[in-house]
């Protein structure tokens, strides 16, 4: 998993690092938690090149302004979404491990030294219900393995039950979400888990019969426009979806959360098999610190329906999005989740190519600070002690 013991690694000094933690006092209650993992979900209006006749994502940008937006580092591009969801459900970072290791596939495949921690635990702890809603196959990347690993409560691969050929669209995904909150116990926790499918590849113009927007000018070639355009629809949907679920969550009386983010740019691969961020220039292969942070920010979008005092945190990865959110709950978490969050006023946002820190300055990961090298390397210490 790790290629190798850190030289500098002591556990004994990391276990009591973790036994010295104190808790933050979190004032968000401990409410229910919908999460939306939006595949492929990314800000397209951020292209110059090509205007639409209406804002094609304007519920996002809308919403943006009453909850939290929190611009993310993933440390995939285009794919391999389950390497976003591990870092989601764990805190653990992809950093660390073998550059092309997927842990869904591998590392819950092996007998673990110790029993690595999870979100879910965490919430299973505080007597949270654990619900995982999943458009796509429970053989993808082997994730009902790792679900039961987990011990989820209550799990649904929706392309195995439904017995369908195509994946099901974000509206369902919507409707079952109200359905079960329409029916939960109504002093039932529930951390319910859903992963779209409706915006995945492949991107092609004739995907869709019917478009719900036009462009009305593109800068860009034939093939690149078209693929654009094929891929904002699907966005599209997702976002009237996550309007709908806003509006839905604002009818219950339980303090609820909303948690929505893309998990990583699109591959927005043409009919002639060109990459279209790169054909029109969006990302570039000069590995520049701006064209590296384009070609892996996504972002992440937290509201609410009941009054939140949000802090000014507004950059996080994947890895610290929940360990971020746990921590200003008030509920009972391991000192691993409480020292994890001590870590983002230092590095909160990195992958293994890219790092940004709190006030949005970018570096190369292999060249930080030293301050902030420190953080970086005692992580890896400390995921070396629990992931094996």
Request: proline share 3%; hydrophobic share 30%.
């Amino acid at each position: 998993r790790l290629r190798y013991e850190p030289d500098d690694y002591d556990e004994e000094k990391l276990i009591n690092i973790l036994n010295e933690q104190e808790r933050n006092e979190g004032t968000w209650n401990s409410p229910n938690m919908i999460v939306i993992f939006s595949e492929s979900f990314w800000d397209v209006t951020k292209l110059d090149g090509i205007k639409f006749d209406r804002d094609v994502l304007s519920s996002f940008h809308e919403l943006s302004n009453k909850g939290k937006l929190i611009e993310m580092i993933s440390p995939s591009y285009g794919g391999i979404s389950s390497n976003v969801e591990f870092e989601i459900l764990t805190g653990g970072s992809l950093n660390y491990f073998y550059k092309g290791y997927i842990p869904y596939m591998d590392l819950y495949n092996e007998k673990l030294k110790n029993n690595p921690p999870s979100i879910i635990n965490e919430l299973k702890n505080n007597n949270y219900k654990t619900v995982i809603l999943n458009a796509s196959s429970s053989q993808m990347f082997k994730c009902d393995n790792v679900y039961n690993y987990f011990g989820i409560d209550e799990r649904h691969h929706l392309y195995d039950e439904l017995k369908q050929k195509e994946y099901v669209s974000d509206a369902y995904l919507t409707d079952e979400i109200i359905k079960y909150f329409d029916n939960k116990p109504k002093d039932e926790k529930t951390f319910y888990f859903t992963i779209t499918m409706g915006a995945h590849m492949p991107y092609y113009e004739k995907k869709y019969d019917n478009y719900d927007f036009e462009v009305v000018s593109s800068e860009y070639s034939k093939n690149a426009t078209g693929t654009i355009k094929s891929y904002t629809e699907g966005i599209y949907k997702s976002d009237k979806e996550l309007q709908r679920l806003y509006d839905y969550i604002n009818t219950l009386d339980e303090d609820t959360i909303i948690v929505f983010f893309g998990d990583h740019l699109p591959l927005l691969e043409t009919e002639n098999g060109s990459d279209a961020l790169y054909e029109i220039g969006y990302l570039k292969n000069d590995y520049d610190l701006d064209s590296i942070y384009r070609q892996f920010n996504t972002e992440a979008l937290i509201l609410s329906n009941y009054d939140i005092d949000f802090d000014d945190t507004s950059v996080l990865s994947p890895d610290l999005l929940f360990t971020y959110i746990l921590n200003n709950t008030n509920l009972e978490i391991s000192d691993y989740y409480k020292w994890l969050y001590k870590t983002i006023d230092y590095l909160p946002s990195s992958n293994y190519v890219i790092s940004m820190d709190k006030d949005k300055k970018l570096y190369y990961t292999l060249d930080l600070p030293e301050e902030k090298k420190n953080i970086y390397d005692l992580r890896k210490n400390t995921q070396y002690m629990i992931f094996r």
